[in-house]
Nanobody
Framework: QVQLVESGGGLVQTGGSLRLSCAAS????????MGWFRRAPGKEREFVAT????????YYADSIKGRFTISRDNAKNTMTLQMNTLQPEDTAVYYC???????????????????WGQGTQVTVSS
């Protein structure tokens, strides 16, 4: 059973930066496709970014492209989301997710992920 724990959320002003981390345990991280999703107040959960097993392929939502960077360190069983130039519309609970995947695979659909963290709140003040 894989467990995912997010950290790094908080309150930041418009234009600021935050770095989210997702720590995985209970499984072999290098076999998992991983991703970040978010849920803003009153909205459905939406895809943010995903990274392949080896970290060589990445895919981003258009809304955050150029501002956010996803990465992973399989030796440390961690995934990160560097968020720059944050905007009030980025305010949400951010979740990390994982599922077993094949080499080079990425995943944008939340319904296809098996494991989820509990989320970390990001609030961007205007």
């Amino acid at each position: 059973q894989v467990q995912l724990v997010e950290s790094g959320g908080g309150l930041v002003q418009t234009g600021g930066s935050l770095r989210l981390s997702c720590a995985a345990s209970g499984g072999t991280t290098s076999t998992y496709v991983m991703g970040w999703f978010r849920r803003a107040p009153g909205k459905e959960r939406e895809f943010v970014a995903t990274v392949s097993r080896a970290g060589t392929k990445r895919y981003y939502a258009d809304s955050i492209k150029g501002r956010f960077t996803i990465s992973r360190d399989n030796a440390k069983n961690t995934m990160t989301l560097q968020m720059n130039t944050l905007q009030p519309e980025d305010t949400a609970v951010y979740y990390c997710a994982a599922r077993v995947g094949v080499t080079g695979e990425v995943e944008t659909s939340s319904s296809r992920y098996t494991y989820w963290g509990q989320g970390t709140q990001v609030t961007v003040s205007s």
